[in-house]
């Protein structure tokens, strides 16, 4: 189905490994911190892990495009599209926390393939493969079946702020906190992993971008999970970056309801 899979799968693996290396060596180490435009933050290991990726790509798939948090996307006329976010879960890194990782996702023809979490100081790294299931650590994940309603869903969230942007959202976070059974925060691109491996239920965030979510796809679909917008539809790199994933597709239905 697509060309040299498994070729694409070492290449990832092997950035991967240099990727985990470069944070553990500068965890807790004294970094300069700058803000981007809507105010997170930017350290140089973001950037020098970016740019050891793109020089990868320009290496050993010339012909392939690249989009990242960092820089600008690669514009060729490829049916591969890599997408790149080189810490996800940054202010997690800067202060101290251990759920921070790299997200790396290979698409064709708009569509995610490939999928990876890497989070070296958690020791996990996972990763979905379309049609082809979902491991950790190189173990297979067993495909999970729940029919969990919300009542008996624990729903995850990196931020309690990810429904204070505007009145529709904080409507919903206490609209949804009647229906839950509770809400727990913080993770970043770990509460996935989690989710996928059967600790969490539920996802809710908002206002992501394609590097926060496009590597998630395969790890939740292929674990037996559903991830999708607000409005239930499946994520594209042009996906308005509301995002919810579920391991119940009953749930799933139910939160859709309460939105639309």
Known sequence: ?????????????????????????????????????DESPVTKIDKKIEIIFRKAIKEQFPQHN????????????SEYLWIVDPIDGTKSFIHGNFNFGTLLCLSYNGKPIIGFISCP????????????????????????????NLKNTVVSSSAFTAFKKNIKENKLFYKLSEKIRYYIFGGDCVQYGLLASGRVSMVVENNLKPWDYMALVNLIEESGGIITDWKGKELNIFSNGNVVASISKKSHAEFLKLLN
């Not at 697509?2 to 990832?12: G, H, S």
């Not at 690249?66 to 006329?77: A, I, P, S």
């Not at 100081?121 to 173990?139: C, E, P, Q, S």
Request: net charge positive.
């Open 1 to 37: 189905m697509y060309r040299d899979l498994d070729k694409y799968i070492n290449f990832a693996k092997k950035f991967l490994d240099k990727s985990d290396k470069i944070l553990e060596k500068n965890f807790n180490a004294q970094l300069d911190i700058n803000y981007k435009k």
């Open 66 to 77: 690249v989009l990242g948090e960092e820089y600008q996307n690669q514009k060729k006329k």
């Open 121 to 148: 100081l958690l020791k996990k790294r996972w990763m979905g493969i379309k049609n082809k299931g979902a491991y950790v650590n190189n173990k297979r994940i067993k495909k999970k079946i729940s029919n969990n």
